[in-house]
């Protein structure tokens, strides 16, 4: 099966710009995840989706950061103004369903590697 | 409030056998993930437990204590490519899982 696609692989700005990340799950999977890898720790939740609609969004700095998963397929997370302290990798991950990681655990992408200065 | 402990660097030669300890605090709990994760690259499921036990998936097992809130991953015949950082992620029942630092393991000839 294909793999979560993430684009863009990097993406370089400058603080106060405006940046948008893209993913495209594995085909099936009703969640949705994005989380921020900041280089050294581990992955930490911004926001879960199942289907269309947001599970969890606690994480998510509203103020700066939103993201949509519109027909409860691909998703973008958008950041707004760009901090520096916002670099990070992003992840996008995906699960067959909520129940249980026995089954349906998580499908990690590539990420896109942030910088921003 | 939640917690989560694990060894930040764990070195070992090929062939050996290298043990992960993981110790965790959280609210909710129903499982503990493990992932690998390679320098640059994506993290990759591992094993889960949702019992107490053991699980065993080839060259990789492992155990869960839900009692002591004490897991660990066990990694047999080490190999040069599991090198990587190694994660454990306790789940609080809607697949949210909570991951901390991680382990770096350091295979070395």
């Known amino acids: 099966e294909a793999g979560v696609a993430q684009s863009p692989r990097y993406k370089i700005i400058e603080k106060r710009q405006s940046v948008a990340f893209w993913c495209n799950p594995i085909?099936?999977?009703?969640?949705l995840y994005w989380y921020q890898q900041i280089l050294g720790q581990g992955p930490k939740l911004l926001i879960q989706?199942?289907?269309?609609?947001?599970?969890?969004d606690s994480q998510l700095p509203k103020d700066r950061f939103s993201a949509e998963r519109l027909k409860g397929v691909d998703s973008t997370l958008k950041i707004q103004p760009a901090k520096l302290e916002d670099s990070a990798v992003y992840l996008c991950?995906?699960?067959?369903?909520?129940?249980?990681?026995?089954?349906?655990?998580?499908?990690f992408g590539n990420g896109t590697r942030l910088t921003v200065t | 409030g939640q917690s989560l402990e694990q060894p930040s660097e764990v070195t070992a030669v090929e062939g050996a056998i290298v043990q992960i300890n993981c110790t965790y605090q959280t609210s909710g709990f129903y499982g503990l993930s493990w992932y690998q994760q390679h320098d640059g690259g994506a993290p990759t499921f591992l094993s889960y437990?949702?019992?107490?036990g053991l699980e065993e998936t080839g060259r990789f097992s492992s155990f869960l204590s839900r009692s002591d809130s004490y897991g660990y991953l066990l990694l047999q015949e080490l190999q040069m490519k599991d090198s990587a950082s190694y994660f454990c992620a306790p789940e609080n029942g809607f697949q949210k899982l909570v991951f901390g630092t991680g382990t770096r393991l350091l295979v070395s000839p």
């Open positions: 989706f199942q289907n269309n609609g947001v599970v969890d």
């Open positions: 991950a995906s699960s067959l369903d909520r129940q249980s990681s026995y089954n349906s655990p998580l499908h």
């Open positions: 437990n949702g019992l107490d």
């Open positions: 085909s099936g999977h009703a969640t």
